[in-house]
């Protein structure tokens, strides 16, 4: 092939469009590492209310001072209920919510079984009392423990602990697994 060589005219619009060149003399490029910025951390929300469901499909009756409470979320075998009702699955965590009012109990119970899911706890033993010194003699902490624990998404059963534990005064909760715990449970092959 023959190598085409540039016209004057070519050749000076070239030089009119590049503008001035300075001559390279070394080979070597410097390198300048740039300030890169600082991490900033995301803020992440405490709001532990978002695990509570927001329906409201949960009717419950108002309970007195000694009635009990069981509930099983949808899926899940009344024969778990009976095994939680007689201890099979041992007790992990305890919380006593006496004293505290509405507000603070509720976020007593959703900084508690927050944790117990974070650390694997799978059965847990909560005293709301039976509320005697309720106003009306209508157990306050009881009726929201029960409607709380219904609208939580890991909480799979609760029942009204037996005597020995508080009975009427306190439930048994199973909790849902954390996705970690399952991993570590069903290892795949």
Known sequence: MTKKTPE???SELFR?????VKRVTNDKVELTQKARPKPV???KTNDLSEKLSADSFY???QLSHEDTMTFTSPGVQKNVLKKLRKGHFGIDAELDLHGLTSEAAKQQLLRFLHFCIED???S???IHGKGYRSPNNIPVLKNSLNLWLRQHQDVLAFCSAPARDGGA?????LLRLSQKYREQENPQE
Do not use: F, M, W
């Not at 009119?16 to 001035?20: F, R, Y």
């Not at 005064?169 to 909760?173: C, K, L, Q, R």
């Open 41 to 43: 951390p995301q803020i």
């Open 59 to 61: 009717d419950t009756e």
């Open 8 to 10: 004057n005219n070519d």
């Open 120 to 122: 694997g706890v799978r």
């Open 16 to 20: 009119l469009s590049v503008g001035k």
């Open 124 to 126: 847990a033993h909560i």
């Open 169 to 173: 005064g306190a439930v048994y909760v």
